[in-house]
Each structure stands twice: as structure tokens, then as C-alpha cells.
């Protein structure tokens, strides 16, 4: 029998003990798709007492998991810690240093320092796989790093965060608002206690500058990304979508052209005809584009115990076969620094809500910036007064470039006629 993989194991929350319960219960397949047996070898956590669900007696207990880099009874280690910086970063390093194979489901980590990472791979010639990073259980890393590599990529946008599309979804089928809703996603364990790096749109923001680099063969460009949550939405944005034949969800968008590479992660509407519209709850939706192959849709659950583990184990088992492929589809020299794309070119609808005081010339202030701005508008729906006094107005414009609406916003800005801060989200029409 060939020598198995020895597989350390860094964190043992809800991932790490999947991984256990998935190689445990599937071993004899995983041995026969790897060529050879997966063996977990060694664990370390914070927490020796408590109870994962899982027998741990069996495996070599490891206060500090950063040793398990120079450990020689390890072949690879899988990294579940979380956080782009501290004991995971130094983990990574210490075992790709050591010239070891590291797996993980650390999208920060790979979003700010990903190249690096990958790079010191290449030197020792060892792999740096990182499937459940982006999507839990999609493959869709495998997908376009391999099943799309010889297509070119025209753009890739999609549904990359559960919590987000959960929440929207809720709002949806209730009528409730955001923060009723956001309360109840966190009772029921679907949103964290602090929810920011969610609903403030920096978790798909760090999936996005993956899956852009992969589509275009760029080098990861986190900090261009422009991000906008949902924590502003409010029921009344999601009735009116609908009313248009829309619904809201938050998408990362990247797109490469001659003037740059575009990424943004913003809340959209999307046509009911669009398959992101039917992407609902805390499922994950990726869409791709390639020259030859035509639009790719990778649909599933993006994140909890079995679609991430399941993740992590399929890129053991690439391991387990010896593939050492780039971690980018390309060697990082190979990677292109392109320019970033100004949004303001971008040709697009875009639906506009204002929070308004109830007085005459509100509503003719508002279409005179947009007209003084070149904003052509499609429709425009006024509300009646709500029980805070305020009007609630919402339009969506023609087709015109993103520069002419924020210069309208520009334009409004300030004015004493505005209750709040407008909403603005772009419609995918894509």
C-alpha cells in the first residue's frame, strides 16, 4: 500500500471537525480517488476539554499549532485558525518554508497575502490549494483555474456571501427591515455576534480579488475593490424592487477591459429573469464568462461544517496525488498588474431611493440635479408621508454613465431637503 498523507489539522471549530467526521466516514473512497490513505495525524485548537462531535484521542495533541510546520511526522497542514495576519500567517510561512504542501480556508489570509504565499510555494515546489477560501463547497477555484483555463475571462461576478443573501432573502419573503432580520440571522447562528466584515461587504470583497485574479491572470488587488454593504437597506427597497421586477442582492463584480480591471462589491438589483435573482437564502452563486466556453454557473452552499470541509478534503486529495500547480493558474511573475478602471465610465441603470421632508419643491429640486447631471430617469415612484413625517421617493434611471449619477448625488449633497443619506444600487442588466 502506498504511504498515506499525514495531515495536521490547525483549528477545530466547526470546519476542522468536519474534516474529521468527512475523512472518517468517506475514507475508503478518498483513498481510492487519492491513489493512497489520508491520515489526520495531528490537531491543535485553543480549547483541549471541549466536545467536537468528533473522537480526537486518536490524533497528537498541539498547544502551539505553528510547530506543526517543522514537525517530520507531517506531511501537510491544513490551516481553519482564520485571521489574514497573526498565528495562520506565520503557519503558512513556516510550512510552505519548510517546503510542505498548506491547505486553507482563510480567504483574507489569500486576499492580502496570497501572492506571497503562493510564490514561496513555487520556490520550494510544493502546493498552496485554498478551494474552500471562496464559495464553501462550489469548486469553483478548481473551475476556473482549471476547468476554464484556456478561455479567456471576460468577467466574473456573482453571490459570495451567505449571511448577506440570507438577511436580503428574509426581507424579501417578510416585509421585515434590516435590523429585524440581521437579529434573527444571529439567534439562529447564520450571522456572527459582530456581523461588520459580512453585511459591510469585505468578506465577498476578499472572495472577489481571488476570483478576479484566477479569471483574468492578475495579480490579487484587494484594496481597489470598491465595497458597499447592506446594512442600509431598508423594506421599503426591497418592496420597490420587486414592484420593477427586480430583487436585491449583494454582488461582487470584476471585469477586466483596456482601461483596467474593475471590481466592486456592491448591493444590486437584479432582473427576476437573471439566475442570481433565484440564488436564495445562504447559498452562494458564482457567474462566469470565458470566449469559447460561453457563461459558466456555479451554484451551492457557501459555507458551514460539510460544503467547506468537503472543500478542504478535495484539495487533499489533489495533494495526495502530487498535483503542485500554481495557486493562480499562472506563476506569480506571470501575473498582470493592471491599472484600476475608473467606475465612473461604467454604462449602467441605476435604481436611487431619497428619504425626503413633505414640502413643496423637494421632488423638483431632486429631478433638477439629475437633469442638471445629464441623469436621464426611466421611472420615478413617490410614497406617502410616513409616520416619521418623511416622503419616501424612488427612481431608476436610463441607461448613462455611473459618473453622471454620482455627480447628481454630489449635487444633492448637503441639501436641507434630504431626510437621510440617498440609497443608490446599480441594476445588473448583464
Not at 275 to 288: E, I, M, R, T, W
Not at 308 to 323: K, Y
Request: proline share 4%.
Amino acid at each position: 500500500m502506498s504511504q498515506p498523507l499525514r495531515v495536521a489539522l490547525a483549528g477545530l471549530g466547526t470546519v476542522g471537525a468536519g474534516v474529521v467526521k468527512l475523512i472518517d466516514e468517506n475514507r475508503a473512497l478518498i483513498e481510492r480517488r487519492a491513489g493512497r490513505p489520508i491520515e489526520i495525524v495531528a490537531v491543535s485548537a485553543r480549547d483541549r476539554s471541549r466536545d467536537r462531535g468528533v473522537d480526537l484521542s486518536r490524533f497528537a495533541w498541539v498547544d502551539d499549532a505553528t510547530t506543526l510546520a517543522a514537525s517530520g511526522e507531517v506531511d501537510v497542514v491544513v490551516e481553519l485558525v482564520g485571521g489574514s495576519d497573526g498565528p495562520a500567517l506565520t503557519l503558512a510561512r513556516d510550512t510552505l518554508g519548510a517546503g510542505k504542501p498548506f491547505v486553507t480556508a482563510n480567504k483574507a489570509m489569500i486576499a492580502h497575502h496570497g501572492l506571497e504565499l503562493a510564490e514561496l510555494a513555487e520556490q520550494k515546489g510544493v502546493a498552496l490549494k485554498y478551494e474552500a477560501a471562496v464559495a464553501g463547497g462550489i469548486p469553483v477555484i478548481k473551475g476556473l483555474r482549471e476547468g476554464a483555463a484556456a478561455n479567456v475571462i471576460s468577467h466574473v461576478f456573482g453571490i459570495l456571501n451567505g449571511t448577506c443573501n440570507y438577511i436580503l432573502t428574509e426581507m424579501e419573503e417578510k416585509g421585515s427591515d434590516f435590523a429585524e432580520v440581521l437579529a434573527e440571522a444571529q439567534r439562529l447562528g447564520y450571522a456572527e455576534a459582530d456581523p461588520s466584515f459580512d453585511i459591510d461587504g469585505i468578506d465577498a470583497a476578499h472572495k472577489l480579488s481571488i476570483l478576479s485574479s484566477l479569471a483574468f491572470g492578475t495579480a490579487v488587488d484587494f484594496d481597489s475593490i470598491e465595497v458597499t454593504g447592506i446594512r442600509h437597506i431598508i423594506a421599503a427597497d426591497i418592496a420597490e424592487a420587486a414592484a420593477l421586477g427586480f430583487r436585491v442582492r449583494l454582488v461582487g463584480h470584476g471585469e477586466e477591459s483596456a482601461k483596467g480591471l474593475f471590481q466592486r462589491v456592491h448591493p444590486c438589483l437584479v432582473p427576476l429573469s437573471h439566475p442570481l435573482a433565484h440564488v436564495s437564502g445562504s447559498l452562494n452563486a458564482v457567474v462566469a464568462h470565458g470566449n469559447f466556453v460561453g457563461r459558466l454557473f456555479f451554484q451551492g452552499r457557501g459555507a458551514g461544517e460539510g460544503p467547506t470541509a468537503s472543500a478542504v478534503v478535495a484539495d487533499l486529495i489533489d495533494i495526495a496525488r502530487g498535483e503542485t500547480g500554481p495557486a493562480f493558474a499562472m506563476p506569480v511573475a506571470a501575473l498582470a498588474k493592471p491599472a484600476t478602471a475608473p467606475a465612473g465610465d461604467r454604462r449602467g441603470r441605476a435604481y436611487l431611493r431619497f428619504t425626503v421632508a413633505d414640502r413643496p419643491g423637494v421632488l423638483a429640486e431632486i429631478t433638477a440635479a439629475m437633469r442638471d447631471a445629464g441623469v436621464s430617469i426611466e421611472s420615478l415612484i413617490q410614497r406617502g408621508v410616513a409616520d416619521d413625517g418623511n416622503v419616501l421617493i424612488a427612481m431608476v434611471t436610463h441607461v448613462g454613465p455611473e459618473r453622471a449619477v454620482a455627480d447628481a448625488l454630489d449635487r444633492l449633497a448637503g441639501s436641507q431637503s434630504l431626510a437621510g443619506t440617498p440609497m443608490l444600487m446599480h441594476i445588473l442588466d448583464e
